[in-house]
């Protein structure tokens, strides 16, 4: 039920930015957590940045001070900004909302690539 659509993505050069963008439907919004995943090709995939239903927020070391994650809940959208990027913030990433007792929703993936 739950359908997420990932946006944003693309080309940009190392310290450049990018926002993402990932709309909800089919579900409550505000009651789930939201996430951004990254993965790149043969690695596991990792949290980028997470915010619970309650407005709090957690950001992977590799991010912090870089990437703002924020709710709009009238959208039913989350964003990933991302600042000061690297190459090696080079992967597919994924959006995820999450809630209780039900199976993780994941979105199709927004490719980033950052290079010179």
């Known amino acids: 039920q739950v359908q997420l659509v990932e946006s944003g993505g693309g080309l940009v050069q190392p310290g450049g930015s990018l926002r993402l963008s990932c709309a909800a439907s089919?579900?409550?919004?505000?009651?789930?957590?939201m996430g951004w995943y990254r993965q790149a090709p043969g690695e596991q995939r990792e949290l980028v940045a997470a915010?619970?239903?309650?407005?709090?927020?957690n950001y992977a070391d590799s991010v912090k001070g870089r990437f703002n994650l924020s709710r709009d809940k009238a959208k039913n959208t989350v964003y990933l900004q991302m600042n000061s990027l690297k190459p090696e913030d080079t992967d597919i990433y994924y959006c995820?909302?999450?809630?209780?007792?039900?199976?993780?929703?994941w979105g199709q993936g927004t490719q980033v690539t950052v290079s010179s």
């Open positions: 995820n909302a999450r809630r209780a007792f039900e199976v993780d929703s």
């Open positions: 089919g579900m409550i919004f505000s009651i789930y957590a």
């Open positions: 915010i619970t239903s309650g407005g709090s927020t």
